[in-house]
């Protein structure tokens, strides 16, 4: 019998299991007070959907009254981290798009396990491409939820704090770069509202801010004379070579200087148009200084 099964049961008073078969169960490390956390948040029993997740995080969704479809893991907080933080996950999505919230529990759970780390709270995660087929969804940001301390934080029965759930917003390129830039609760407010970021078939709710004007851009020093070939967008930083520099000329540290964007782009206006679209990883080819370009693949 499962934690939610016997969760269920103690709640409903029906078919509980006696005392010692219960305290013959052993439980990993926390699973008690995170998987009762999951079952007992929002007053809604959670219904499994799907297989686990690397065959031991539970998927579940929970049906909230007058609100979004909420799905979440049962299990991510199982998973050893280096911090030894311990976090359950949640998405929230409107009818018909659980799927699209279990793509992003599995990528956080597979980064989670891999790399042994947490995602980090208002650190935009950016792909260069869509990862939600037939949408522009290139980015995932972990928030607080809409609900608060009494869902985000997860205790114990004596109160000690043990970890968190860590609501995870799934966005557009231009969205996660201007939450970047101003964080999630501004980009909410810019959005007017969160239920603006539920629909994953939308498109931009915001329009991309482009980089800071004192961000960096990385050049050689022969940008003094030849106007850039390659610019790629890092995702913080512009990195820019004219195609003269032989790798002897780019080994030398002393042939690379640091521009401001702001002076980068009074430099060379035509790359502009792709300093303002750019999404993290794309190389743009510059022939001319028409301002044309062509993405390079990689």
Known sequence: MGFFDRRRQNKTGQGAAPAAAESSVELAQGEGTFAGHVFDALGVDPVVIGEPIGGSVLVVEKRVPKGPILVMTSGASRLPTESGEQVELAVEVVEGQQGAARVALSIVCDDIARNRRVPPVDVPWRNDQPFLNGT???????????????????????????????????????????????????????????????????????????????????????????????????????????????????????????????????????????????????????????????????
């Open 136 to 298: 522009r969804i290139s980015a995932i940001l972990a928030t607080p939820s809409r609900w608060g301390a009494a869902f985000d934080e997860v205790r114990s029965a004596d109160g000690t704090l043990r970890g968190h759930v860590r609501t995870l917003r799934l966005l557009t390129d231009a969205e996660a770069a201007t939450a970047t830039v101003i964080g999630w609760d501004a980009l909410v407010e810019k959005g007017g509202g969160v239920d603006a970021f539920l629909d994953v078939t939308r498109g931009d709710v915001v329009e991309s801010p482009g980089l800071p004007g004192n961000a960096p851009v990385f050049v050689t020093k022969f940008h003094a004379e030849h106007p850039p070939r390659w610019v790629t967008f890092t995702g913080d930083s512009l990195q820019s070579v004219t195609g003269l520099e032989s790798q002897q000329f780019m080994d030398d540290p002393a042939n690379h200087e640091i521009w401001s964007v702001d002076s980068f782009l009074v430099r060379f206006p035509q790359v502009a148009g792709f300093a303002g679209k750019a999404r993290p990883g794309q190389t743009a080819l510059f022939t001319d200084d028409s301002g044309a370009y062509t993405i390079e693949e990689d």
